[in-house]
C-alpha cells in the first residue's frame, strides 16, 4: 500500500482550505500546508480537519512573491519537511485552489501501477521565454508591479549579448507536480545550486524542476503530463478559468486527471460543495 505526502500552499480562504484537506484526509496519506506570511489566518483555523492523514502545518511561513525566487523556497520548506516525516511513494503539490476530482482509492491505485515516475509538464523553453533565465531581473519579487521595467532590461541585456547558465539545459511547465522519493530526495540536494541558477529570474518555480530533471540521473522517468486539470482556453488575464456549477460534468468526467484548479468560494461555493460531497461520500462507502 503506497504513502502519499501532498504539500499544499495556501494563502486565502480558510473555509474551502479546511475543505481540501478533509477531501485528502486519508491514513495513507501525509498532508503539509505552508500558510503565507501575508495570510490573514494561521495555522489555529485548521484543527480537527484531519482524523487519519497526519496532518503537519508548517509554524515557519514565508513571504511568498509571485515569479520569485520565495516561491521556490516555499516548496523546498514543504518538501524539506515531508522527507522529515517519512517516506513516501508520491509527492503531491498542490495550491490552497486545487481539489481533488478523485477519490483517493483512485488516486492510490493510479500511482502504485506507475511507481518511480515524474509526473510534470515539461518542454524546451523557447524565443522570448529564454530571457527569463538568460537575464538578471532586476525586481523579481515586484514583476507584477514593474513588469515593463523589467522587460525593457531583460531585452536591453539580451542586444548586448548577456546569456547567463550556457551550460544549462533549461526546460520549463507549470509548476504543480507529483514526484517520486529517489527523485524528491534528489531535488533537496540541489537546494544551494537552485539558489544560485534561479536568483534574479522571474517565473522560476515553471523552471527549476523540469531543469533539475532533465540534468539528472532520473530524466528518463518524466511522464510529460501533471495529471491535473487547468482550462487556459477561458483564462483571466494570467489566472486559468475558475471552475463553476456548470463545468461539473467536463470535471467528473475526466480519466486519469485527478486534480483540478482552481476554485473559489467566493465566485462558486456550489461547485466545492458539490466535489466535496461528492468525494467524502466516495470515502464513506
Known sequence: MGKHAYLIMAHNHPGQLRKLLEMLDDARNAIL?????????????????????QLHVLAERKDIRWGDLSQIM???????????????????LLSGADL?????????????AHPHREWMLSVIPTGRFRLRFETWTLFP???????????????????????????????????????DEDFARYVLTKKSWIQTIFRGTILCDEIFLQTILQNSPFRSRLEN?????IDWERRVGG?????????????LNQENVFWARKFDESIDPEIIELLYSHLTQKAGD
Request: glycine letters at 4%.
Open 225 to 229: 503530463n501533471n495529471l491535473r486539470l
Open 100 to 112: 481533488p476530482i478523485k477519490s483517493q482509492d483512485e488516486i492510490h491505485q493510479f500511482f502504485d
Open 33 to 53: 500546508v505552508h500558510i503565507d506570511k501575508k495570510a490573514k489566518f494561521d495555522r489555529t483555523v485548521l484543527q480537527g480537519c484531519c482524523v487519519k492523514a
Open 74 to 92: 516555499g516548496e523546498l520548506l514543504l518538501l524539506e519537511a515531508a522527507t522529515q516525516v517519512g517516506r513516501f511513494d508520491y509527492y503531491h
Open 239 to 251: 489566472h486559468p478559468h475558475t471552475w463553476r456549477i456548470s463545468d461539473r460534468e467536463m470535471i
Open 141 to 179: 519579487k515586484q514583476e507584477s508591479q514593474l513588469h515593463t521595467l523589467n522587460s525593457f532590461c531583460s531585452k536591453a541585456q539580451h542586444f548586448f549579448g548577456v546569456r547567463r547558465h550556457r551550460d544549462v539545459d533549461f526546460r520549463h511547465g507549470a509548476n504543480w507536480f507529483s514526484i
